[in-house]
């Protein structure tokens, strides 16, 4: 009976994608897994809702952990608490800036041009060499500076 339920916790810790992410160390970067997502104003759901996300993907930097909870700093350095099981340990990140920021076929300023990224637009990130990083948005692929990324490089 204790080997069926050990071999159930690890098949579980395995398989959960969220597991590398819970156990790192503060700070590390994290984005919104679920759909909707709760950010509270303390660390349990006895603690009033402060702000509702709704956009999955969005990144976020882990800053404190707290039993099941996770403080966070999103791009425009608000911070509260969200659940871990909202959390992805995928690295996303979101584009800065006041204006359009180039998604280029390589990593260097002038590389031929593939598409152009409004600030807000959000996707997976890639490897980052130098002061650019690979991004992917929709399957849209590119590399973009990475000072035009909130996200990328260490949190």
């Known amino acids: 009976m204790i080997r069926i339920i050990l071999l159930a916790i690890v098949a579980v810790s395995l398989t959960s994608p969220n597991a590398a992410a819970q156990d790192a160390e503060v700070p590390y970067w994290a984005s919104i897994a679920a759909e909707e997502a709760n950010m509270r104003v303390g660390p349990g759901e006895q603690y009033p809702i402060d702000w509702v996300y709704a ?7 882990v800053i404190l952990r707290f039993q099941g909870w996770r403080r966070v700093q999103e791009v425009d350095g608000t911070e509260g608490w969200i659940f871990s099981g909202l959390l992805s340990d995928t ?5 800065i ?3 359009l920021a180039a998604m280029r076929e390589t990593g260097a300023p002038g590389a031929p041009l593939r598409w152009n990224l409004e600030p807000g637009v959000i996707g997976v990130l890639g490897d980052c060499v130098e002061s650019w990083c690979q991004l992917d948005v929709n ?3 590119g590399w973009v500076a990475q000072d035009r990324l909130w996200g990328a490089g260490e949190p």
């Open 55 to 61: 956009r999955r993907g969005l990144p976020v930097k």
């Open 91 to 95: 690295r996303t990140a979101i584009v």
């Open 97 to 99: 800036g006041e204006e």
């Open 139 to 141: 399957g849209h692929r």
